[in-house]
């Protein structure tokens, strides 16, 4: 209970129950404790209730000031989305009826190309910001578009709504299919730079760039190599697409005929760091898994995604065996629901669709999908230094979550204990049970403008 930062001062305390993982634990439930966050954002302590008169003299705050939190509320970690798309948002919940490759030529890349316009940029992004927020994820991995411009608005939505994200300006020099929506390999490179630049210099305290090829289809060799090289000299985040179906790691072995695997392609392209994300990797197989353990790159699992465009069903048991780091994702718009709540159950339902295959198959457990939507999350993205869970000096990203709102979604019955209730708001939960949202310490939804 020692205070070592004497010059925090404490902004929230919170009392009741708190829900996260641990590396021990999937849920860990701690009841009756006391959480405090001080006025830069970070968690600074978390005690047991009983301790809170020499906790207040300890830290300075008034136990009168203590948010109690309710019977059937809790606070949990806000939820981490490693893949969503912020310019398919348009269309979110159409468009779901052709494979990745026609899907990516026939509504993908047309929606795409407008957001050359500054104005159709804002009015969607402005919405998916506020709707993920609204929806628990605190911290969203997101693809942009080619478009610098556009792609810096949304860093600045994001920071200005308090949403804690990465943000991609898509890099691809190759499409032609849609030759309208493409860069010039020079120009790739030289908007990735000014991108990278200008994000930067804006100093957002927690929106930051992140290196984005959109997968090897759409990228030359050399642009390939030119990616690698920009975020390894600056350190950064990378984020892609890999074996998503079929015909695309067909179509992958075709177009890079001198790479053992899809894997193989970005491996020589210095693509694969501990800092990377790769979406999808339905189809990788057991040495390529191999390959991501060694670099310390990431997967990001898009169980709606892969189930509405049809493109696999991935085995998340045999990932989480060979100890590569994997979060979910909703892939807005190939996933129809920029709910992480969505992608937690879709992952469940693929799950049992793979035990249902195959009987010795160990489905993954409600806990262990939580563990994933958050502190799984803050690991494929190496952000679990500070964020993730509640643990003394983390940031506090967190939900405020009550079960038992007015004509809510969800009906409980007498004597059901705190693990019931949150398999419950796992399962029938929706946005009107996440009643406050807090990222970095600051609360960000309910929005300033509908408070
Ligand atoms: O689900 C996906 N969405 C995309 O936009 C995309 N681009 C390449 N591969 C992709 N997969
Ligand atoms: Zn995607």
């Known amino acids: 209970m020692n205070r070592n930062d004497k010059t925090a001062r404490i902004a929230h305390v919170f009392s009741g129950t708190f829900v996260h993982s641990t590396l021990r634990a999937a849920v860990e439930i701690l009841q009756n404790c006391v959480l405090g966050v001080d006025?830069?954002?970070?968690?600074?302590?978390?005690?047991?209730?009983?301790?809170?008169?020499?906790?207040?003299?300890?830290?300075?705050?008034?136990?009168?000031?203590?948010?109690?939190?309710?019977?059937?509320?809790?606070?949990?970690?806000?939820?981490?989305?490693?893949?969503?798309h912020a310019s398919q948002y348009s269309y979110t919940g159409t468009a779901l009826d052709l494979p990745l490759l026609e899907w990516l030529n026939t509504y993908t890349f047309p929606v795409e190309a407008k957001y050359k316009d500054l104005d159709f940029a804002n009015n969607v992004y402005t919405k998916v910001?506020?709707?993920?927020?609204?929806?628990?994820?605190?911290?969203?991995?997101?693809?942009?578009?080619?478009?610098?411009?556009?792609?810096?608005?949304?860093?600045?939505?994001?920071?200005?709504?308090?949403?804690?994200?990465?943000?991609?300006?898509?890099?691809?020099?190759?499409?032609s299919a849609v030759p309208q929506y493409k860069e010039s390999p020079r120009e790739c490179?030289?908007?990735?730079?000014?991108?990278?630049?200008?994000?930067?210099?804006?100093?957002?305290?927690n929106v930051k760039p992140v290196v984005t090829p959109r997968f090897a289809p759409s990228c030359s060799s050399s642009l390939l190599s030119e990616l690698g090289e920009i975020a390894n000299n600056n350190k950064l985040h990378i984020q892609s697409h890999i074996s998503e179906n079929k015909e695309e790691v067909e179509l992958v072995k075709t177009l890079f005929p001198d790479c053992k695997s899809y894997t193989d392609v970005y491996l020589k392209h210095n693509l694969l760091t501990d800092k990377t994300v790769m979406a999808h990797g339905c189809h990788l197989t057991d040495e390529e898994l191999e390959i991501f353990r060694e670099t310390g790159s990431a997967i990001s699992h898009c169980p709606n995604s892969n189930i509405s465009i049809c493109s696999g069903m991935l085995n998340v048991r045999n990932i989480l065996n060979h100890k590569v780091k994997l979060g979910l994702g909703t892939d807005v718009a190939g996933g129809y629901s920029p709910s992480m709540l969505d992608a937690m159950r879709r992952t469940?339902?693929?799950?049992?669709?793979?035990?249902?295959?195959?009987?010795?198959?160990?489905?993954?457990?409600?806990?262990?999908?939580?563990?994933?939507?958050t502190l799984g999350g803050s690991e494929a993205l190496s952000l679990d230094d500070q964020?993730?869970?509640?643990?003394?000096?983390?940031?506090?990203?967190?939900?405020?979550?009550?079960?038992?709102?007015?004509?809510?979604?969800?009906?409980?019955?007498?004597?059901?204990?705190?693990?019931?209730?949150?398999?419950?708001?796992?399962?029938?939960?929706?946005?009107?049970?996440?009643?406050?949202?807090?990222?970095?310490?600051?609360?960000?939804?309910?929005?300033?403008?509908?408070?």
């Open 39 to 84: 006025d830069k954002g970070k968690i600074a302590f978390i005690e047991n209730h009983q301790d809170v008169v020499s906790l207040s003299e300890i830290w300075g705050f008034e136990t009168s000031d203590i948010k109690q939190l309710g019977q059937y509320e809790f606070l949990m970690p806000g939820m981490v989305d490693t893949h969503i």
């Open 129 to 175: 910001v506020r709707r993920t927020l609204k929806n628990g994820t605190t911290t969203a991995c997101y693809f942009a578009t080619i478009h610098t411009d556009a792609s810096l608005l949304l860093g600045e939505l994001a920071d200005s709504f308090g949403q804690r994200a990465l943000v991609g300006k898509v890099c691809m020099d190759c499409n």
């Open 189 to 205: 490179k030289e908007e990735t730079d000014r991108f990278i630049k200008e994000l930067l210099k804006k100093e957002y305290p």
């Open 348 to 373: 469940i339902d693929t799950s049992k669709a793979l035990t249902i295959q195959d009987p010795q198959h160990k489905t993954l457990s409600f806990e262990e999908v939580f563990r994933l939507a």
């Open 387 to 451: 964020i993730g869970n509640f643990v003394v000096g983390k940031e506090f990203d967190a939900l405020r979550v009550n079960v038992c709102v007015p004509d809510g979604p969800i009906d409980l019955f007498p004597g059901e204990c705190p693990k019931v209730i949150l398999e419950k708001f796992l399962n029938l939960g929706d946005d009107r049970n996440i009643t406050e949202v807090y990222v970095a310490g600051r609360q960000v939804v309910p929005f300033p403008d509908t408070k």
